[in-house]
């Protein structure tokens, strides 16, 4: 396990995370974020100067491989929603600013309700245009993926990466636990499934 590098733990880095982002008045669940409050976001984020990068040099600053720009921000996002793709993204992409996206697999494609997800067609031009990284959500986001008895967390953890990984070409390696709930046998379990 590798450990916080002395240089890391002088700075902190902020990790922004979402979840839904919908036209303005498309609010249903107080945590959607609208299109204009986003594109005010990330204008106060250009505004004070800040560098959004990817999880991956986020962890590369935090392992002592590499340092993170000054005013260093990650934004992620969390359940594969579509109005990531039709409103988050386009906002993003202009300004060439990465994130990252956190996948549950067994809802990929799903149409149905306030709340459609991506397809992995989608998820695939994402992947193809290089600025989300996919990372792993399990597959069906229980509540506290701890409380599952043993074997179903392994498979929720194992599967999820798989179908991600074959579905899109590339090694997953980044994953978010679906409100948080983790203990340490959990973590060790996601250590295990890579």
């Known amino acids: 396990v590798e450990t916080i590098s002395l240089g890391a733990q002088a700075r ?3 990790v922004i995370m979402y979840h839904d ?10 945590y959607d974020v609208t299109e204009s409050e986003f594109r005010q976001q990330l204008e106060e984020i ?3 100067g800040l560098k959004p990068i990817t999880l991956r040099a986020f962890y590369d600053h935090l392992t002592g491989r ?10 992620t996002f969390d359940d594969n929603y579509q109005g990531f793709y039709d409103v988050a993204y386009p906002l993003l992409k202009a300004r060439g600013w ?6 549950h697999t ?27 990284e996919i990372g792993s959500h399990t597959i069906s ?13 392994e498979e929720e953890l194992r599967k999820s990466k798989d179908d991600l990984e074959r579905n899109l070409g590339s090694e997953i390696v980044d994953f978010a636990y679906p409100n948080g709930g983790n203990d340490a046998a959990c973590q060790e379990r996601t250590k295990i499934a890579g």
Request: hydrophobic share 35%; glycine share 6%.
């Open 12 to 14: 902190q880095i902020p």
């Open 21 to 30: 982002a919908v036209r303005d008045g498309k609010r249903t669940v107080w």
């Open 46 to 48: 250009d505004r004070r």
């Open 66 to 75: 590499a340092v993170a720009p000054e005013n260093a921000i990650v934004l």
């Open 98 to 103: 990465p994130s990252s996206m956190f996948v």
């Open 106 to 132: 067994g809802f990929v494609g799903q149409t149905t309700g306030k709340h459609p997800k991506m397809s992995y067609d989608t998820l695939r031009t994402l992947v193809k245009e290089g600025l989300v």
């Open 141 to 153: 986001h229980p509540n506290d993926l701890s409380k599952l008895d043993p074997l179903k967390q």
